[in-house]
């Protein structure tokens, strides 16, 4: 019964491959997100979606596609994998703009 | 980027209060204040938030400075499992929320 689950845990691929990793929430939310936490910690918002629409898309490269097929998933494709996407992806969901946020426990992506 | 400043480190007895501070000078007036943290391997997990009063809840409490240009986040009693990194975001009106690098707290027994 985890609240917000991503899959794979761990992803181990080489450059120039396209993987996805799934994300599912069953709180019921309506706004999920994927965050970047690279080699120094530091967590980035990638994108946000709210009720299947994208709301905040930060700069990140068009290789990245979120894809929500309804309000429970949001699953991120990447394209042509590259060394600098290693880093593990979280997956987040809220229930409106202003409650907090709920975290998976993460995927770890490494592009070898 | 993240609009707010938080010490790299600190670090506690078990047992004793800790008061983490954070730095937010150049808050808005509709940017609530939160607190998460992340413990080794695992996600962010929220710990509380606020805007303008303090906040007590089941983990922690939240001081806010009058000028809400500074806050304080206060668990009461470390234990060994509260070691993490804190970290203090403003998340504004766009729903917004950046993370800095936030502080190790380090619980020593």
């Known amino acids: 019964d985890t609240a917000v689950s991503q899959t794979p845990k761990y992803l181990v691929t080489q450059m120039g491959n396209d993987k996805s990793i799934k994300c599912e929430q069953n709180l019921g939310h309506d706004t999920m997100y994927w965050y970047k936490q690279d080699s120094k910690k530091f967590l980035k918002i990638m994108f946000s979606y709210n009720n299947k629409e994208l709301i905040i898309n930060e700069t990140v490269p068009n290789r990245f596609s979120p894809k929500s097929p309804d309000k429970a998933h949001l699953n991120l494709h990447i394209n042509s994998l590259e060394l600098g996407d290693s880093a593990v992806y979280f997956c987040a969901s809220s229930q409106g703009q202003r409650s907090p946020l709920h975290f998976g426990n993460g995927t770890r992506l490494t592009v070898t | 980027d993240a609009k707010t400043t938080q010490p790299n480190s600190m670090e506690s007895n078990e047992e004793e209060p800790v008061h983490l501070p954070c730095n937010h000078s150049t808050i808005s007036g509709t940017d609530y204040i939160h607190w998460y943290r992340q413990l080794p391997s695992q996600g962010p997990e929220y710990v509380i938030h606020?805007?303008?009063s303090n906040v007590n809840n089941r983990m922690a409490s939240l001081a806010i400075a009058e000028d809400r240009k500074s806050s304080t986040l206060i668990l009461h009693r470390a234990t060994l499992r509260d070691a993490a990194v804190y970290y203090c975001?403003?998340?504004?009106?766009?729903?917004?929320?950046?993370f800095g690098a936030g502080t190790r707290l380090t619980v020593k027994p």
């Open positions: 606020g805007l303008t």
């Open positions: 975001i403003l998340r504004d009106n766009n729903n917004d929320m950046r």
